[in-house]
């Protein structure tokens, strides 16, 4: 038997959300896309924010999250084509420590 615990959970929900990205952005076009190389750098400069997370979203492409010291934090998703878009950003990241979970034999 599997257990989430609440690392997981989380981590599996933002992966929900950002799956259903592409067709959300497309209708609301409200979506700030760009180059990846300017987002990054633009991140760096600005805010000071560095990769913290990344990870694959089946076919649609790579999701990373981008966090600085100060509490900002952005998360990134770069579709197949190249295009990258900023899918949402914030105040107030805090970095968790999670306790092992054991699971029952």
């Not at 989430?4 to 609301?28: D, E, G, N, R, W």
């Not at 760096?44 to 990373?64: C, I, W």
């Not at 900023?86 to 805090?94: C, E, M, S, V």
């Amino acid at each position: 038997m599997f257990r989430y615990s609440f690392k997981t959970i989380p981590f599996f929900t933002i992966l929900l959300a950002a799956s259903f990205f592409p067709v959300a952005a497309q209708q609301a076009n409200a979506a700030v896309c760009s180059k990846r190389e300017k987002f990054t750098s633009f991140l760096a400069k600005k805010y000071n924010e560095v990769p913290k997370a990344m990870g694959l979203v089946s076919n649609s492409g790579m999701m990373e999250v981008y966090v600085s010291k100060q509490g900002t934090w952005s998360i990134l998703m770069t579709a197949p084509n190249g295009i990258t878009c900023l899918i949402a950003a914030g105040n107030n990241w805090q970095g968790l420590k999670f306790a092992k979970v054991d699971t029952p034999s």
